[in-house]
């Protein structure tokens, strides 16, 4: 019974993994045959591709989305949608640290110093750098980033 449960759990992943490589070479299609200007339109609740990509956990179109060549990029992160949440609110609604960590990791933060990741002057190793992200509910989420995109930590606590 293990060897069939196995094979179902193969083609299920094999399935998956194919589906997926289907859907993004979807979305190249269209990105390379709409306006850029597309990815920050909102719908009716105020949401972005870039939101809906978030709330399922979709680093792969995540990143196409922001990296878009022409596009709005980083900017993207930070469009709200009329409950107020950002696409990074709202993957730390949806659990989805791996790409709550993506999105701080691109976005471009405020420098204490007035020094950008491109004006990097320690031969392209960052500081690390304490942030403190707010969400629509008053979480806050504590990050350590810098010194490499593996040397992210983070921790939630609710505001008083």
Not at 24 to 29: A, C
Not at 74 to 85: H, M, P, Q, S
Not at 126 to 132: F, G, N
Request: proline content about 3%; some cysteine.
């Amino acid at each position: 019974m293990s060897t069939a449960f196995t094979r179902v759990s193969h083609q299920a992943s094999q399935y998956e993994a194919n589906f997926s490589k289907a859907f993004l070479d979807v979305l190249d299609y269209l990105l390379s045959t709409t306006s850029p200007s597309l990815l920050s339109a909102q719908n009716s609740s105020g949401s972005t591709p870039l939101h809906w990509a978030a709330l399922n956990s979709h680093l792969l179109i995540s990143q196409k989305l922001v990296q878009f060549s022409g596009g709005p990029g980083t900017g993207l992160i930070d469009i709200k949608n009329k409950a107020g949440r950002s696409p990074l609110a709202e993957a730390e609604m949806a659990g989805w640290d791996e790409g709550a960590k993506w999105f701080v990791e691109v976005m471009k933060l405020d420098s204490e110093q007035g020094e950008s990741a491109e004006d990097d002057k320690d031969g392209g190793i960052l500081a690390e750098k304490d942030i403190e992200i707010q969400d629509a509910d008053g979480q806050i989420a504590k990050m350590t980033i810098g010194g490499g995109t593996d040397a992210c930590q983070s921790s939630r606590e609710s505001e008083p």
